[in-house]
C-alpha cells in the first residue's frame, strides 16, 4: 500500500500564516483579537501580493 504524498505548503500560504500568527500574537497584547487576526491576514496576503508582482 502506497503512502499518500505530503502536501507542502507553498509561499503565499506560508505568508498568509506568518500574517495571522503576527495577528494573532499582537491582538493577545493588545487584548482586540478579532481586529489583529483580521489585520494579520490582510497584510500576509498583501505582502504575498506584491512579492508576486516583482516576480
Known sequence: MKK???RTLTV???QIA???FGGLLIGIITDNI???LS???VFG???SSI???KK
Open 51 to 53: 512579492k508576486k508582482n
Open 39 to 41: 489585520l494579520g491576514l
Open 45 to 47: 496576503a498583501g505582502y
Open 18 to 20: 506568518y500574517g495571522m
Open 4 to 6: 499518500p504524498k505530503k
Open 12 to 14: 503565499s500560504e506560508k
Open 34 to 36: 478579532g481586529l489583529w
